[in-house]
């Protein structure tokens, strides 16, 4: 896997994946940027969502169970000194189903955590994630 990095201007880059995608970073005013991108931190959490909500997904399906949406949602902690690592991570999953059992979306997250998410897998090497869902009819 390869991407590549190309500083635009102030502290704004392009991001360039080797599958062909580009993404704009950015960083806020006060840090020479105008706030026209995301941050790379916040690349790290949405890379980390993105993962771990394919996994459940592809676990549910793969078992045969009726998904018809999940929302993952990230909430991150940083430490005030420099350089601000994240302390804590919590991923909470919202997955809407007809029928769809509690143990089985238990059961995708468990596996996403401690088999199949590399960036979890990866991260939690530095950093306290946790993780909880619900389950909604629909």
Not at 85 to 112: C, D, N, P, Y
Not at 122 to 136: G, S
Request: net charge negative; glycine share 10%; with cysteine.
């Amino acid at each position: 896997m390869e991407v590549q990095i190309k500083w635009v201007d102030g502290v704004m880059f392009v991001g360039e994946t080797e599958s062909g995608h580009a993404i704009v970073m950015d960083g806020p005013p006060d840090h020479g940027g105008r706030n026209i991108g995301i941050r790379p931190m916040e690349m790290i959490l949405l890379g980390l969502g993105g993962c771990s909500s394919f996994d459940v997904i592809q676990i549910l399906q793969k078992g045969r169970h009726n998904v018809s949406d999940c929302v993952t949602k990230i909430l991150a902690e940083r430490v005030d000194s420099i350089p601000s690592v994240f302390s804590k991570i919590h991923i909470h999953f919202e997955v809407t189903g007809k029928g769809l059992k509690e143990a089985a979306v238990e059961r995708a997250v468990k596996l996403s955590a401690e088999k199949y998410c590399s960036a979890a897998i990866m991260l939690e090497k530095a950093v306290e994630i946790t993780h909880d869902f619900e389950v909604k009819e629909g």
